[in-house]
Nanobody
Framework: QVQLVESGGGSVQAGGSLRLSCAAS????????MAWFRQAPGKGREGVAT???????NYEESVKGRFTISQNSAKNILYLEMNNVKPEDTALYFC???????????????????WGQGTQVTVSS
């Protein structure tokens, strides 16, 4: 059973920066696709970024150049560095994971087996 716990959410001014963290435990395999999703009020969950065991990444178009996904494999921690944040980034952010490689259609949340509880990010203008 893989367990994921997010932290680092909070309130930030537009143009500022924030770093989210996700601590993973219970994983014993060789490969793991990890991702950040977000859900704004009235919307479904949207894929933000993924990273696989080889460090290969995918990003949603609106966050390219602003957000960076990374991982500390030795400590099983996933990060999302959020820079130049916008009010449109306001959402509940979820950490997700799935054994194996990241799928081509990675933004589909049905692909992921494990989810954290979410951490709220609020960007004010």
């Amino acid at each position: 059973q893989v367990q994921l716990v997010e932290s680092g959410g909070g309130s930030v001014q537009a143009g500022g920066s924030l770093r989210l963290s996700c601590a993973a435990s219970g994983y014993r395999g060789n490969r793991l696709c990890m991702a950040w999703f977000r859900q704004a009020p009235g919307k479904g969950r949207e894929g933000v970024a993924t990273i696989d065991s080889f460090g290969r990444t995918n990003y949603e178009e609106s966050v390219k150049g602003r957000f960076t996904i990374s991982q500390n494999s030795a400590k099983n921690i996933l990060y999302l560095e959020m820079n130049n944040v916008k009010p449109e980034d306001t959402a509940l952010y979820f950490c997700a994971a799935d054994p194996g490689s990241c799928a081509a259609d990675w933004s589909d949340d049905r692909f992921f087996d494990y989810w954290g509880q979410g951490t709220q990010v609020t960007v004010s203008s």
